[in-house]
């Protein structure tokens, strides 16, 4: 049963569900009139309106009747939404090819080709008219959830079944883990029942539960597959052990993350929970920078110098190619990695010197090589009032901050603000770089630490992006 790419794509196969569990009609359908003693009866309803299974008539499901081999293969392949869409064929595939019992011109034809291709675990025997059993179903049903649902393996809590000595050996494991699912429950004594043949109502009742266990437990994305920002923040909230951070980076929860995004997200982080020491940085020739936002070029710069990432052989650092989780879980291990070893001598929770001040602003501004002109003693430290006038005053003086009219806010310590500074300080208000305490006070005077100061650097970067001629 292995996947044939080659050269001829496959037509449909003509198939006619007349007394099929599941249709492939997903157009709003009539009650079910023969449901209302069946405990089952919402959740086949629920399964009706999303198309996955149908009645033998449009009013009729036959809860009670037994189940076909060739139903329940049907009933996978549309709770998986399995289909053949990228596969090619040398030649036009038949039923038989897979199963010798199957009959190709029958309605199911098309269901057992789809299964076969897409490996669902199936007996080679499969009779496709003969019933099904409770354990038959059940087996083949854990095997395809695991498989598209991309469950983990688990040791499941061992249930005492009292009629376990009726059970087939191979499904046991299957069942057992389908308990531990909530797929099945076992009946009031402690039994499964487990060679009786299982009803529509029964089969259907557990596709439900299996859907509804798949929609609560959601598989991580593929080491293969682009991050969204959801998972990027998750990934770097747990490695970094930062798991009650809120990082305050405004972006769109389900966008794809690319090696520029991601990159940001991580230094920003380190840089505002205090994990990263302050360090020095020789930029490095990235032949693409021209592609790199300007405000995450000094993220970048400090992820290449410490070594979470890398320019490929060219010299290109590939800014807006998505970022794989593999990608991105190598990178912050790198970064773990380097935190060991270089442990942050300076508490985030203490007043930083006007050098360290004047590096962190260059660096999250992406301001690496800037000459910062203002007089300032390198070993002092700074204020509320010093760094927030460093801060604008910077913004200013590189371009990045055009002069823009600031009507003037009521700061109740206004009398303690150095009048030099109170144009910068009214700007950053203006711009919600800064916000004034509850009770109109800016307080200037007061030692400004590692992590207010990287917040205040932040919504710097996140108000020059939000300008008009940068948005």
Known sequence: MKKIFKTMTLSAA??????????????????????????????????????????????????????????GVQLLVNAFKLNLDLVKFVKEPKATDYFVKATND???????ITAAVNNVELPKDLDPNATLTREQFTHQLIRAM???GKLPLINPVVVDIKDNDQITVEYSGSIQRAINYGVIKLSADGTMNPKAE?????????IFNAIEYLKAHQAPAAPTEALTATEGVKLITETLGLVDTDIKIKIDPNSKMTRESFTNLLVTTLQSSGKLPMIKIVPVDIKDNDQIDILNSGAIQTAIAIGAVQLNSDGKFDPKAEITRADATEITTKVVDYLKSHQVHSDPGAAITATE?????????????????????????????????????????????????????????????DILHSG????????????LNPDGTFNPKADITRV?????????????KALPNNK
């Open 452 to 464: 207010d100061a990287t917040e205040i650097a932040n919504n710097a970067v996140a108000a020059v």
């Open 357 to 417: 001040g004047v590096r962190l602003i260059t660096e999250t501004l992406g301001l690496v090589d800037a000459d910062i002109n203002i007089k300032i003693d390198p070993n002092s430290k700074m204020t509320r009032e010093s760094f927030t006038n460093l801060l604008v005053q910077t913004l200013q003086s590189s371009g990045k901050l055009p002069m823009i009219k600031v009507v003037p806010v009521d700061i109740k310590d206004n009398d303690q603000i």
């Open 198 to 206: 299982i009803t529509r109502a029964d089969a259907a009742e557990e």
């Open 106 to 112: 029958s309605w199911y034809a098309n269901a057992l």
């Open 14 to 71: 003509t198939a006619v569900f007349s007394l099929t569990l599941v249709g492939q009609s997903f157009a709003a359908a009539p009650s079910f009139t023969d449901l209302d003693k069946v405990a089952a009866k919402d959740k086949i309803m629920s399964l009706q309106q999303s198309g996955i299974v149908s009645g033998i008539t449009p009013e009729l499901f036959a809860p009670q009747a037994a189940m076909s081999e060739a139903q």
């Open 424 to 435: 910068s300080i009214q700007t950053a208000i203006a711009l919600k770089i800064v916000k």
């Open 146 to 148: 695991e498989t598209y």
